[in-house]
């Protein structure tokens, strides 16, 4: 059965340092991967996505992501943070060799980001 | 352009009461549309999701159920309500598995 791990609650960073938020999954295949932000008592938005190719992929707002097949996780990072980076972050997997549509999501991490 | 409508926004229901959250696509056919709920503010529980017209998977046991009437129309419901009930639920959708998720603005139910 697929499933992904967020193992940090909460990341703090000051603005201007670089910032990481940590994803682990475990499918059967190769996996379909994602990340999504979301602001206060709105919906998800999405950041960016790894289907194939390139093990580093770029997104919205200067984040990117790296898939590590060894080590199986797919971490969100930016060089450089701002305050307006400071949301709840969502990484969401789907093993494509399964016959079901279904995407599942961790448990979330809140990045704070201090001026 | 593809939109999805979710509604009530918030919504305050007694214990007991029956129900229904609506979602709607527009713009797209034949969605996999899905619903979550989402506690506290936190992780994202996959409840339900279809491929198509009354094709409705399940993925956790419960007191809920949802159904998918028309192509684009996605009702999540319940006969009695739980206070375990309570909990943001959001709608969404793709067009292919491979592809990211439209959100809904999302419901919050408050079950007392």
């Known amino acids: 059965a697929q499933s992904v791990a967020q193992p940090e609650d909460q990341v703090n960073v000051a603005e201007g340092n670089p910032l990481t938020v940590k994803c682990t999954y475990s499918?059967?295949?190769?996996?379909?991967l994602f990340w999504y932000v979301q602001y206060p008592n709105r919906g998800l938005q999405f950041l960016l996505k790894y289907i194939t190719g390139d093990n580093l992929v770029k997104g919205s707002y200067g984040f990117e992501a790296e898939f590590n097949k060894s080590q199986t996780s797919f971490h969100l990072k930016k060089p450089s943070a701002l305050v307006s980076d400071s949301a709840l972050y969502f990484c969401a997997v789907r093993d494509p060799y399964s016959s079901a549509s279904k995407i599942i999501f961790g448990s979330g991490t809140r990045l704070s980001i201090r001026p | 352009s593809q939109t999805i409508h979710q509604w009530p926004a918030t919504l305050v229901q007694p214990v007991g009461s029956p129900l229904s959250l609506e979602c709607t696509v527009e713009?797209?056919?034949?969605?996999?549309l899905y619903w979550y709920r989402q506690a506290a503010g936190r992780g994202l529980q996959l409840l339900f999701y279809s491929v198509g017209i009354g094709q409705i998977s399940s993925e956790v046991p419960q007191n809920l159920s949802a159904s998918r009437p028309q192509d684009r129309q996605f009702i999540l419901s319940s006969k009695k309500l739980l206070l375990s009930d309570s909990g943001f639920y959001l709608c969404?959708?793709?067009?292919?598995?491979?592809?990211?998720?439209?959100f809904g603005s999302g419901t919050q139910l408050s079950v007392l």
């Open positions: 969404a959708w793709n067009q292919r598995p491979e592809e990211k998720l439209f």
């Open positions: 713009g797209t056919s034949n969605p996999n």
């Open positions: 499918v059967s295949g190769n996996p379909y």
